[in-house]
């Protein structure tokens, strides 16, 4: 399944957004537009390939430090994760989930995660 949200700085070697797709595998222009919109705040989405475990992994790692420490990823708040687009993902894993937490959040997508919480 392409979903193309990995983030790097804009000024890292290998920066580049083509596109990105949603879980559907339709192209979302509202998150292209926000993809575009992060470039001039020096964060973007790169494209790449999502893992389906990536979605697992929100529902069962928890945020390692900050105000949040130990909840799910999944549950972490929308003004959290819109803090973290705003000033700069961590590097790693983390910022890897967090991003794309934030972007089921800010298109109202929390709800792709529901089938995967049954399942637990």
């Known amino acids: 399944m392409p979903f193309g949200l990995v983030g790097t700085p804009a000024n890292s070697p290998g920066f580049n957004v083509t596109m990105i797709v949603t879980l559907t595998g339709n192209v979302n222009r509202r998150m292209v537009a ?25 529902l069962t790692r928890e945020m390692p ?8 990823i999944a549950d ?3 003004h959290y994760l819109g803090w973290f687009a705003r000033e700069g993902f961590p590097r790693g894993e983390i910022g890897e989930l967090l991003a794309l937490m934030y972007e089921l959040d800010h298109n109202d997508l929390r709800s792709l ?8």
Not at 37 to 50: P, T
Not at 65 to 72: D, E, L, P, Q, T
Not at 113 to 120: M, N
């Open 65 to 72: 430090y900050g105000k949040y420490k130990g909840r799910v």
């Open 113 to 120: 995660l529901d089938p995967l919480r049954a399942r637990r």
């Open 76 to 78: 972490l708040p929308g």
């Open 34 to 58: 926000n993809a575009q919109a992060a470039r001039g705040r020096g964060f973007c989405y790169s494209s790449g390939i999502m893992k389906p475990e990536h979605l697992q992994l929100l």
